[in-house]
């Protein structure tokens, strides 16, 4: 590929990442009223999300784990929020709007999977401790085989049935393989890795729109029915998680941009993750992907305006 095409791919990649929420609504818009352009997709959403998880990988490197020993409070902090907070939140407004089993089980899947990638992005955006956010993901990230499958059996298992030997294997394939090989490749070829890292973001955008895309396809019935109330509870979860960590980390006193980050990281869950559970886990409840798929949109849109605001705080603090 030669300069021009690269400088061109890399200013769409730019582009398009800054309106990641619009791209993913407008994958949804699209399978929605053209459903059988997305059929293709529900057996491939696994392998999808490990590319997604494969490109994390790729942009992470061996000095970004010194963050965890010069941040060990915030670290120990955040992924203690991660998998206290959100779990729990998602089984309070389960139970508190009394939702079908299916979507109880879709946001309490979505409360116990680990900080997204997109929440470093954000916290990018709202001027927030960019090093502490990534260090943030990644333990959560690496945690999330054993964490995610227990939290979910423990809160979900009065709804559904939960096998949390099956959920570990998922998130072990789907999650933990393809990032640690994406940090190896980094590592060992990490000059060649960097000619490429300009358009990752490219690739994990238009992949988790399709995600979204082919789990909007296979419930736009269902959706017409049962979106609402769902989005009612995405709404309120990412919103209240975000909230709590805001509060947290003002409770232990961290500085703005420290608190910045812990918000965004407890409020911005990897939801690519919940709806590739749901739809390899669950195939019995056939709506619990929904959930995942309409916090893939919501939560970009809620952590853009939460972004500005803390941006232009802190613009007007400098």
Sequence with gaps: MNFAALTALTALTQLLTRRAALVIVLFAVWAYFQPGAFMWVNP???????????GMGLTVKAADFRVVFTHPKEIALGALAQYTIMPLLAWLLAVALRLPPDLALGVILVGCCPGGTASNVITY??????????????????????????LVYVLAHAWVKVSVLAMFLSVVKVVLVPVLAGIALNTLASRAVQRVQPVLPLISVLAIGIIVGGITASNAGKIATSGALALFAVVLHNAAGIGAGWALARTFKLNEAKTTALAVEVGMQNSGLAVSLAAGNFAANPLATLPGALFSVWHNIAGAIFANWRRRRAEATA
């Design 44 to 54: 491939h959403i696994s392998p999808l999300l490990g590319v997604v998880m494969f």
């Design 125 to 150: 955006i709202a001027r927030g401790d960019v090093p502490l956010s990534v260090g943030m993901t990644i333990i959560s990230t690496l945690a999330a085989p054993i964490c995610t499958p227990l």
